[in-house]
């Protein structure tokens, strides 16, 4: 028996709504990593908001019954609309409650073979580390990348495109964020909360606590993390795709953008982690490169997009 089939994995947890082609890719691609067949995954189906999408819903309800690949594979379908913010904050809190840890996907995410083992190992190696608040399969940068080493630490912690954590993290979650008014009242909270104003996340903090527009529990997450000095283990190079830049969703808009590119190498596992548990002078500035040359544009398209879409889009 090999050492893997004795590992403890982390359970999985996809997201889903009415994105039946996007969903299959998810878990496919899921399904094709090495500790695939020591992970639990949890499948959680949002109910339909419109008619018109009761389809869709139900397509991907009856794919997740036929998904095969895990040690075990179980749907929890939604019997009312939840909306994605309600869905997650819901659904990790279940999740984290029975096993202590969990790695959270939507469904428009593609992974390469090495993202279970990657996000196990950060999950098993930093468990005992209260400054690290989570792991991501995400890279900030594309395929032009600034640094030499496969992984490190940077403090925005709000990522929602693959993430796992721990339930003695999650406990802080804070649905409410009722301080979020200290970011209105300190200009230099507010500048640090910002990335050094690279990108206004203040902005987006604001619409959510004073609008109805804008439903985002990650920024509630970056918010509760970002006061606690935390930080997030991502790899150098990308393990995770999004393929959501084709209008289906209410997170991303149609233009995908190079920043965005990312080719999944499935030439090794990452082996080497960050000597140091902070984010580094370097990484802070090639972090602020990505944000403002390459990442603030199509943020701002992707923040109005959300504000202004408040229905659920979907695939044909």
């Not at 496969?150 to 339930?167: D, I, K, N």
């Not at 804070?174 to 203040?202: G, H, V």
Request: net charge positive.
């Amino acid at each position: 028996m090999s050492k893997d089939n004795n590992r403890v994995c982390a359970p999985v947890i996809v997201f889903t709504y009415n994105r039946p082609k996007h969903t299959m890719r998810t878990i496919e691609a899921l399904a094709a990593n090495e500790l695939a067949s020591s992970t639990e995954l949890y499948i959680f189906s949002d109910a339909a908001k419109k008619e018109t999408d009761r389809d869709k819903v139900d397509r991907i309800r009856a794919y997740a019954n036929t998904v095969r690949g895990f040690s075990r594979v179980t749907l929890i379908a939604r019997e009312e609309n939840f909306g994605l913010a309600k869905n997650v904050i819901r659904g990790v809190t279940d999740i984290i409650n029975r096993y202590g840890k969990v790695i959270v996907l939507e469904d428009d995410l593609v992974t390469n073979r090495f993202f279970l083992r990657f996000m196990n190992d950060g999950l098993d190696r930093y468990q005992n580390q209260p400054k690290v608040t989570g792991i991501t399969g995400f890279s900030h940068f594309a395929d032009s990348l600034p640094f030499q080493g496969e992984t490190l630490f940077h403090t925005l912690t709000g990522t929602s495109w693959s993430w796992a954590t721990w339930e003695d993290r999650w406990i802080y979650f804070d649905e409410a964020c009722s301080d979020w008014t200290d970011l209105m009242q300190d200009a230099a909270l507010r500048r640090k909360f910002n990335y050094d104003n690279t990108y206004d996340f203040y902005k987006i903090m604001k619409m959510q606590q004073t609008t109805e527009n804008l439903n985002s529990w990650a920024i509630r997450w970056y918010w509760v993390n970002f006061k606690r000095d935390s930080l997030i283990l991502a790899p150098v190079r990308s393990l995770v795709s999004n393929e959501g830049w084709d209008g289906s969703g209410v997170h991303c808009g149609s233009k995908k953008g190079a920043a965005f590119e990312h080719t999944l190498s499935t030439s090794r596992a990452i082996q080497e982690f960050p000597k140091e548990i902070a984010e580094t002078k370097e990484t802070h500035r090639q972090m602020k490169r990505a944000l403002k040359r390459e990442w603030e544009p199509l943020l701002i398209k992707r923040i109005y997009h959300r504000a202004v879409r408040k229905n659920y889009v979907g695939e044909k």
